[in-house]
């Protein structure tokens, strides 16, 4: 089944360390996103890919980085400038990128807590 | 700027009842509009979307969502509700590119509404 796929489901970091969530789908899905879920806030966009070797900043972009080498692939690194990491991190996929019609497929997500 | 709101952070229900889940949006130009549900740590699931043409749209699990320009609305609906349907649930908005929206044309989600389908 096509799908994404975001590993590990939960994810513990300890002070001053980096770490990495990974997202892969297998949709032929040409864009790729990160977001950042808190509890009543909604989703809010931290980085964005329509293309390979191609990614922009969302609108809270700061202390997260990631790479998109592959189509299938982008991964997240929190970074230990993320002073308030702990939060549920949302992967999706599109067809199209900015200003398209169609809808984003999401995976299951990664929990990130701080030990 | 683009934004979105969902009035009510949840919504109660009797199971069989008919059931609203209210978005209003802002965006500076044409917008296509997407409705998602999320289940307890899961990832969100799309619903269903307006990108033109007929007001209502009909989608997945029995939901629709009527499309209202001049109230700037995009409210979710079902006849009867059902147990199941308890979850949370989002509104998006992005700017459809065309004409000078002034946007980067990313998907702004509201803040989600809880809602809970007693029996």
């Known amino acids: 089944d096509g799908g994404i796929t975001q590993s590990p489901k939960y994810l513990f970091r300890k002070e001053g360390q980096n770490v990495t969530l990974s997202c892969e789908q297998n949709?032929?899905?040409?864009?790729m996103y990160w977001y950042r879920q808190d509890p009543g806030q909604g989703l809010r966009l931290i980085y964005y890919s329509q293309i390979v070797n191609d990614f922009q900043k969302g609108d809270i972009a700061e202390g997260y980085s990631v790479s998109r080498e592959k189509k299938e692939s982008f991964p997240l690194t929190v970074t230990s400038a993320q002073k308030n990491p702990t939060a549920f991190y949302l992967c999706a996929s599109s067809i199209g990128g900015t200003y398209s019609n169609q809808p984003q497929h999401f995976g299951d997500g990664t929990r990130l807590s701080i030990l | 700027a683009q934004s979105v709101a969902q009035p009510e952070d949840q919504v109660n229900v009797a199971e069989g009842n008919p059931l609203t889940v209210k978005c209003t949006y802002s965006v500076s130009g044409n917008p296509y509009l997407f409705w998602y549900v999320q289940y307890p740590n899961r990832g969100l699931q799309f619903l269903l979307k307006y990108i033109t043409g007929d007001n209502l749209v009909k989608g997945s699990y029995g939901f629709e969502a009527e499309f209202n320009k001049s109230q700037t609305s995009f409210h979710l609906k079902k006849p009867s509700a059902l147990v199941s349907d308890s979850a949370l649930y989002f509104c998006?908005?992005?700017?459809?590119?065309w004409g000078y929206g002034g946007s980067q044309g990313n998907l702004i989600f509201g803040k989600g509404t809880k809602l809970s389908v007693k029996p």
């Open positions: 949709l032929n899905h040409d864009a």
């Open positions: 998006a908005v992005r700017d459809n590119g």
